[in-house]
Nanobody, 123 residues
Framework: VQLQASGGGLVQAGGSLRLSCAASGRSFPRYTVAWFRQAPGKERDFVAVINRSGSSTYYKDSVTGRFTISRDNAKNTAYLQMNNMKPEDTAVYYC?????????????????WGQGTLVTVSS
């Protein structure tokens, strides 16, 4: 599956953004989808993951209660709603997909990646 992330931009602390991850092909419902982010000089880091049906989600501790991952399989699209954003959320955000369960070890478990979208949160 091919992925394209969009929706990044500049937002003030406390503001909101919604990222989208559009997938090509009919197989999107087979894939677990996750969002990762990479800040300058740091490794790519897990943010949130959603299972194939959308019934299960998991989040990085620091975004729990502020970010919500969702998906619309009819539209072949996943989303990351980000609220009450903080300067430390600044990063390039990537969506990724894997033809497997929601349980994974690391970035190497994901087969497909979007190109990344830059999110900048000003203080």
């Amino acid at each position: 599956v091919q992925l394209q992330a969009s929706g990044g931009g500049l937002v003030q602390a406390g503001g909101s953004l919604r990222l989208s991850c559009a997938a090509s092909g009919r197989s999107f419902p087979r894939y677990t989808v996750a969002w990762f982010r990479q800040a300058p000089g740091k490794e790519r880091d897990f943010v949130a993951v959603i299972n194939r049906s959308g019934s299960s989600t998991y989040y990085k501790d620091s975004v729990t209660g502020r970010f919500t991952i969702s998906r619309d399989n009819a539209k072949n699209t996943a989303y990351l709603q980000m609220n009450n954003m903080k300067p430390e959320d600044t990063a390039v955000y990537y969506c990724a997909a894997r033809d497997g369960s929601i349980y994974f070890s690391g970035v190497e478990d994901f087969d497909s990646w979007g190109q990344g979208t830059l999110v900048t949160v000003s203080s």
